[in-house]
T-cell receptor, first 114, second 113 residues
C-alpha cells in the first residue's frame, strides 16, 4: 500500500495565482480530510468527505478555497486567488470510517505564496 | 464541541530516560477514541498509539504507553528509553462517534544525546 499520496510536495506561487493541491487516498478508505498546519493556528480541519460527498466544510476559510472529490481515489483543494496568508503546510488524510482506526496522513504540501 | 489541551509546549529528555507528555480533553460523550501522533522534522504525521475509551486497560506499543484516566479526561503519553529518533512534535487527538479528529496544539520533544 502506497499510503496517502499528495502532490506537489512543495509549491511556490505568486499572490493572485491559482493553486491546486492533489490527494490520492488509500484504496478502500471512505473518508478524506484536508487539514492546514501553521505555526499560529496549529492543525485546522478545512473540509472532509465521506463516500466522496462533502460533509463538513465549516473550516474552509473563505470563498477563495474550494475542494472536490470527483471519485473515491482523487481529491483536490484549490485556492483562487492565492494570498501570502495562505502559506502553510496542507495535509490530506484518509480513514476507513469512524471508530478507532485514526487517520493516515499524506506527506503534506508546503505552500508558499509570495 | 470537543477540545484537546496540551499544556506543555516544549519538553526535553535525556537519551535513554523516560518522559511523559500530558493531554486533557473535554467532551460530554461516553464513547470516543484518543490518539497520539508524532510529527518529526520530515513533517510526516505518524500514528503512535490509540486508545478506545471503553477499554480500561491502557494501550501500549513497544516503548510507548498511555495513562488513560477517563474520569479526569486525561490521556498522557509515556515514552520509555527515549531515543534520538523520538525528537518530534507530538499531537494528542480526539475522535468521537463522527469522523472528525480534533488535535491539540502539540508538544515539541527534544531528546538530548
Amino acid at each position: 500500500d502506497a499510503g496517502v499520496i499528495q502532490s506537489p510536495r512543495h509549491e511556490v506561487t505568486e499572490m493572485g495565482q491559482e493553486v491546486t493541491l492533489r490527494c490520492k487516498p488509500i484504496s478502500g478508505h471512505n473518508s478524506l480530510f484536508w487539514y492546514r498546519q501553521t505555526m499560529m493556528r496549529g492543525l485546522e480541519l478545512l473540509i472532509y468527505f465521506n463516500n466522496n460527498v462533502p460533509i463538513d466544510d465549516s473550516g474552509m476559510p473563505e470563498d477563495r478555497f474550494s475542494a472536490k472529490m470527483p471519485n473515491a481515489s482523487f481529491s483536490t483543494l484549490k485556492i483562487q486567488p492565492s494570498e501570502p496568508r495562505d502559506s502553510a503546510v496542507y495535509f490530506c488524510a484518509s480513514s476507513p470510517g469512524t471508530g478507532p482506526m485514526g487517520y493516515t496522513f499524506g506527506s503534506g504540501t508546503r505552500l508558499t505564496v509570495v | 464541541a470537543q477540545t484537546v489541551t496540551q499544556s506543555q509546549p516544549e519538553m526535553s529528555v535525556q537519551e535513554a530516560e523516560t518522559v511523559t507528555l500530558s493531554c486533557t480533553y473535554d467532551t460530554s460523550e461516553n464513547n470516543y477514541y484518543l490518539f497520539w501522533y508524532k510529527q518529526p522534522p520530515s513533517r510526516q504525521m505518524i500514528l503512535v498509539i490509540r486508545q478506545e475509551a471503553y477499554k480500561q486497560q491502557n494501550a501500549t506499543e513497544n516503548r510507548f504507553s498511555v495513562n488513560f484516566q477517563k474520569a479526569a479526561k486525561s490521556f498522557s503519553l509515556k515514552i520509555s528509553d527515549s531515543q534520538l529518533g523520538d525528537t518530534a512534535m507530538y499531537f494528542c487527538a480526539f475522535r468521537s462517534s463522527g469522523d472528525k479528529l480534533t488535535f491539540g496544539t502539540g508538544t515539541r520533544l527534544a531528546v538530548r544525546p
